[in-house]
């Protein structure tokens, strides 16, 4: 018996410890306990009537189950919700509470029926129950919330659930209550002494039942109470009250904007479920004049001394920000004035200007729904209207004159003469207030904003607001050392070229045009990667050792990275927007006629030119010069060329363009910079960049230079990725760019007449990429290098095999001589057959293997 004991227990022991299995069977046991109770219920006859589906007996009075074994039976239940702490056991159990209370809530009898609301007041009891302290906190208040829904949800729908209204007043009012510690005054201490616990039970049951979409259209009507009382909740000292709020201020959020999703961004929304600013107030009307006297306290104090950030300025903020903007004020339609969401955007706009980044961000989001969308020409020049500089400015002659003698940088010279300021005057209302500023900017132009959702007339119109504004205010992205500025301004700008596509021939929108080609240059001059990103380091104080981190590819300013990234983002679109088929003749021609008079104007009266050419000929031409030649240009870009280097790219002028985007590859640019050009070059497509630039160039450069140095894996993936398909674009009389030099810049070789070098640069081109698919650490670079092998081959079958033919009939007159180039190419062949069939192994990653099978299908080597 002993024996067979022993191997009883050797045999449990097998399956898990023995402890684990009995918790886990008794948890198993009390949910199918509780699912047997529930299915009981809505099965056989009860007293009383309201008997089970399909039966329904003559005698109402007659049942199975006697009053007395219900009470039991929903007792039992309820004891189980509050003392379990195991999430599926507490949800069976809610599931058979709920179908019990159903079928007693049908029951004609008085005494039955009534269990329901008995059940709620031992619920209350429980929850408010005094003496209760921290160890009484489970985890989302454990069973209570489940209780609560099963009672909810078991009062039939179709008629007022009385049941529910008086249970919502009442947890409102608790959950309202901060309790006698926090009235007197009482702050956290210690292990939560002095938390008010019924409060958090309440918060905890009301985003349980404001999240249920069964009861959605019955708590619309507390809606706008729950939000003033989780709001207040943030205010709390007790963290544990502070994270129910949050819990039920979420659930509700979702509740009255929707999901945050970008599925109609035409409609002018963040979201197609969310209503608009209007349509908002006017169904919660008693929440216009309480988020608006909160959000005023909020920005008093953020104003203060201290800039100390209110509990409840950021969720007014993010419900201001899952609006919708409302629609465009038609004459005679007045509407409720009291109400309208404009109210807010004075004060929105004082919280864009605070100190802590977060929180202008969060005011610029919720800025852009409470702007009409025929107001966004004036919102914009509002908002960038006190942007000009604080102290004065020599005038160009002299920046130039300071920046020819300087020798520490880009702008090393240029702030000499501004006391107190590092390098450049700064914005009267400061960095803070300037970065505030352009984020509401480019809020209000972005495709969920109301510039998206307005008439063509009033984005022309906004379009030419920006562009002024940004005109005016250029110093920030040209000459400022605040990177996180210069690349917001940079974004605003970049927006508002996006927006201005489309306004060119409509009523008032040849002004929006000719404003939007002066922005077109002075954000071609602001991007300038190497220009920008010298200046930062020589801003930054580091000295020396900033160099050498920047060298080294680290970050030596706050945004800089981010700056990079906005910045050959940027160019690269402006450089492909050149091209002979991107843009109308008239815009086109405008914009050769504007970069011809901006080359050939000289340095003279800074007031007598225009902002474009006073930008190009003064402080930001020399600046950038200065960088070109401290960063070593490519060589692709020609004496005459760069001379002009710093001015938009005419129409079809295809060898600046290239050199343009070669420039923001250069892998002597942080990483940030190649990786945001590759993605911008990939996502413009094929045809985009071979109707620019020339695509056999770009992938010499990016084969040769960049991949077979580069160290980054996102910038190896997207490399590959445009090697890939430019494939098939590359032109054998491009300029043919070879690995080597200091810093993997590679050298530039010219192209062999008759394209004799080709065989070559491809044979390199092959070796670089196979190398990264055998070899690389990184799985995704090896299976992307894999795919772009496949697409190698494919343009190289064809010729493999003629050339194989000639190879043979002159095979004889090549040995002793040299190996024959077919062998090569049955290498290359036979190589990258080897890589498909290990990459295909049954044992590989489902990634590698499905890279492997396009690699095959691509290489048409079948």
Known sequence: GGGGGGGGGAAGESLAPKAQMVVTACWLSMKEVSLVIGELARMVPLPGGGNSRGGGGDDQDVGLLDPSQLRAAGAHLLQVLLVMKHNGAIEKTRVGLMCLGERLLRSSRRELSGLPATWMEELFARLTEPGQGVTDLIRRSAGLPFGFMAIFLAEPGGIPRQLLHSALARLLDIAADDGDSVRQGGVARGQSEGVHVPQVHAFNVLRAVFADRELSTETTAFAAQGLEVSIRGFSSPHWEVRNGATLSFASLLTKVCGYMNTSAPKSGGASRRSATGDEFFLRFPRLHPFLLDELADSTTLLEGPTG????????????????????????????????????????????????PLAVRGAAARALAPLVAPDGVAAAARATLLNLARRCYYPSSSDVMKTSSSASG???????????????????????????????????MLSPEGPAAAADAQSRAAAVDAVAGGLAACAYLATESPVAAVAAEWLACAEAAIALSSGVNGIGGGEGAVESCLGLRQLTWVACAPAAGAARFVSLSGGGAAAQASFAAGASVAPADAIWCKIAARVRCKLALST?????????????????????????????????????????????????????????IISSANAATGFTLPVRGDRAATTAAAIACLSPALPYEARASAMKALRDAGVDAVAAAMDVGALRRYVSGAVLSCETRHTCARRA??????????????????????????????????????????EDVEWSVVEGLASSSPNERVRCEALRCLGCLAAVRVTRWEVEAKQQQAQQQQQQGQQQAPGHQLCKQAASLVALIAAGAAPERPADTRAAAAAALAASTLL
């Not at 007014?316 to 007045?334: E, F, H, K, V, Y």
Request: glycine share 16%.
């Open 579 to 635: 091209s002979s088929s991107s843009s109308s003749s008239d815009a086109s021609s405008a914009s050769d006629a504007s970069n011809a008079a901006i080359s050939d104007s000289g340095v003279g009266d800074r007031a007598a030119m225009t902002a474009a050419a006073a930008i190009v000929a003064g402080a930001s031409m020399a600046a950038a010069e200065a960088a070109a030649v401290a960063t070593a240009p490519l060589a």
């Open 308 to 355: 100390a950030v209110h509990p409840s300025l950021y969720p007014i903020l993010a419900l201001l920000s899952r609006l919708r903007p409302s629609a465009a004020t038609r004459d005679g339609d007045s509407g409720n004035r009291a109400l309208a969401p404009s109210a807010f955007v004075p004060l929105v706009r004082r919280c864009a200007r605070g100190r």
């Open 409 to 443: 940088g880009v702008a090393g010279g240029v702030g000499k003469g501004v006391k107190g300021v590092k390098g450049v005057g700064a914005p009267r209302v400061g960095y803070n207030a300037a970065h505030g500023a352009l984020l509401c900017v480019r809020a």
């Open 720 to 761: 590959l990725e445009l090697i890939a398909s430019w494939t098939s674009e590359g032109a054998q009389e491009a300029p043919v760019v070879t690995a080597g030099g200091a810093g993997g810049v590679g050298g530039v070789v010219g192209a062999a007449a008759g394209g004799g070098c080709a065989g070559g640069v």
